[in-house]
Every structure is written in structure tokens, then in C-alpha cells.
């Protein structure tokens, strides 16, 4: 894999990895006001691998593959 294709495949990773975070920061702020939010069934862990191993890890071929990520349910109340 070529040196900018891996600087494109990190960004790529770390950008998604910032989504995630911001959706789990909003989603536990949302569940802390009256369950406003139901349970999304996500799982956290944290990596003990770098983050060139990681992205490494996720070549195109791997991300092609991945099945689509359904929108979570939002409950707003009346």
C-alpha cells in the first residue's frame, strides 16, 4: 500500500473514529435526560493496537465489505 493511500485510509479511520465518539458523548447525554434515547446494542472497547496497525487493518477491500450501519431510533417525546 502506498504512503498516501494509508495517510487517506488513517484519516478515513480517525475521522470515523471522531463520528463514533461524538455519537456516543451525544448518546449518553441524551439517556442521561429521562431515556430520551433507546439502548443501540453498541459495544465499546478500547484498542491495544496502534493506529497504523489499525489502518493497515481496514484495507478498501475490508471496508467494501462491511455490512451498512442502520440509523439508530430516536424517541422524541410530544
Known sequence: MGRQRR???RAWC???GAA?????????MASAGQ????D???T???STETSEEI????TPERLR????????NVVVPD
Open 7 to 9: 495517510r487517506r485510509v
Open 35 to 38: 431515556g430520551l434515547v433507546q
Open 44 to 46: 465499546v472497547q478500547e
Open 40 to 42: 443501540t446494542g453498541i
Open 14 to 16: 480517525l475521522g470515523v
Open 55 to 58: 489502518a493497515e487493518y481496514w
Open 65 to 72: 465489505n462491511l455490512p451498512a450501519a442502520g440509523m439508530p
Open 20 to 28: 463514533l465518539a461524538a455519537v456516543a458523548a451525544g448518546a449518553g
